[in-house]
């Protein structure tokens, strides 16, 4: 990570800015298939954590999906207003640009894409089938990444960036349990997974690049 003079007081300023703002990805899938549907209050729906998703997080520690990154430094902006009256209903992640992305668990890709609020995405799911991971306004992804690889927790998935809409560099990181019944599972309720780090992001050893 890298720094120059005079950051605090542009970090001052970019903070400021973000707080007005706000990340304004969403779960929009690329055409054809349709967009997201929205909940009451303007967002994507949300589930509250359940006692199975407790016990499921016992046994499976989530990491934090930025290298470096502890879970105390995951702030908490979940419930945080949009524009176009959204809620959030994801974890910021606010980082320098080109910071490593990974996989906050063992699991498979879904679906690589790009649309204009979330930027360039990813859509993973976890090996369960439970829950799935939305990660939003990478810069780029991992050299060779690809639809339907099996990743395992900590591999390298992508670089912080601000593609989509973001005004500042960060990662939009996003849980939801499937709906094993509908076949638009970007719309699965997302649950708030901030309380649940428990890993400090880091690359795994075999994935170094």
Known sequence: MRDSSGAARRSAIVFALFAVTGCAATLRPLSPLPGPVTGSEGGTSSVAADASDMA?????????????????????????????????????ILVPM?????????????????????GTTIYMTDDSGRFIFYYAHLEKYAD???????????????YVGMTGNAPVPHLHFQAM????????????????????FTLTGRVRASDEQ
Not at 98 to 118: D, F, P
Request: glycine share 10%; proline share 4%; no cysteine.
């Open 56 to 92: 499921y997080f016992d046994s499976n520690p989530l990491m934090v999906p930025v290298e470096g990154v502890a879970p105390g430094g995951v702030s908490d902006s979940f419930n945080e207003a949009r524009s176009d009256g959204r809620t959030h209903r994801a974890s910021d």
């Open 177 to 196: 349990r499937r709906d094993m019944s509908r076949r638009d599972y970007w719309n699965s309720p997302a649950v708030d997974v901030r309380t649940f």
């Open 144 to 158: 060779g990444l690809a639809a339907q690889e099996h990743v395992q927790q900590g591999d390298l998935l992508g």
């Open 98 to 118: 080109g910071t490593r992305v990974i996989a906050a668990e063992a699991g498979t890709i879904m679906r690589l894409s790009h649309n204009a609020l979330g």
